[in-house]
């Protein structure tokens, strides 16, 4: 890898969702003065009880919020693809958006919710992680896939690795003893759907790191299901 090359490009299903998941990840690989870039793929816009937010407004706050999180995290560039929430399906022009950021970036791993998650799972989740996988392969490998890319100078790419949070099968944990604490202020950025954080979900959340590291050497981890490509 160069320099400058992107080594994390994590595609979110919503505002937020990257922070649930790979947020403490994240800013232990900025520390370590790795390259992280954020996709959003939805603006986020029905995530909410208050009903005297529109859509419009919604969607608007919740965009804020998530370059709020990635600054203080220290991601390079957040990547809006703005679809609407709920809106998301598993076809051709999605895919390519996808395929058109992975080229752009050129990243080492891409990090996306599982979509193999059993029965209970937002639909926007679940198909984020389908058309993902699709398109880190072949997709973004093939350079006969969605030639049009080539025109706008978008050479093919093989991603070496792809991290699902939100598993239930993890087979890869990364220590976040040291930057719980900033995955815990990137959240607090969502106020809109968080609130101000309340100490049981910190709880909840500390807990869940915990049993995240179980067996391993550190005391706090994300976990996920890892895929090493050999394309």
């Keep these: 890898m160069t320099e400058n090359q992107t080594y994390l490009l994590v595609i979110s299903p919503h505002p937020d969702d990257c922070e649930f998941g790979v947020s403490g990840t994240v800013a232990r690989l900025v520390k370590e003065g790795k390259q992280v870039v954020y996709v959003i793929c939805t603006n986020g816009d029905k995530g909410t009880g208050d009903r005297t937010l529109t859509p419009e407004q919604l969607a608007v706050i919740r965009e804020k919020e998530q370059l709020a999180a990635a600054d203080l995290l220290g991601v390079k560039e957040t990547f809006f693809l703005r679809y609407p929430d709920q809106g998301l399906e598993d076809g051709h022009q999605f895919r390519r958006d996808l395929v058109r950021v992975i080229r752009r970036y050129s990243p080492f791993a891409v990090a996306t919710a599982d979509p193999y998650r059993k029965y209970i799972w937002h639909r926007d989740h679940r198909i984020t992680g389908l058309v993902t996988l699709d398109a880190v392969f072949p997709c973004a490998r093939d350079h006969l896939a969605y030639p049009e890319l080539l025109e706008e100078g978008l050479e093919p790419h093989k991603v070496k690795e792809i991290w699902f949070w939100g598993t239930e099968d993890p087979n890869y944990r990364l220590d976040i003893t040291d930057t719980l604490e900033t995955k815990f202020a990137a959240l607090a950025c969502h106020k809109s759907q968080v609130g101000s954080l309340s100490p049981e979900l910190k709880d909840r ?21 890892r895929i090493e490509l050999r394309n």
Excluded: D, I, S, V
């Excluded at 869940?208 to 067996?215: I, K, M, S």
């Design 205 to 225: 959340m500390l807990n869940f790191a915990r049993r995240n590291a179980q067996g391993e050497e550190f005391e706090l981890a994300e976990a996920f299901h």
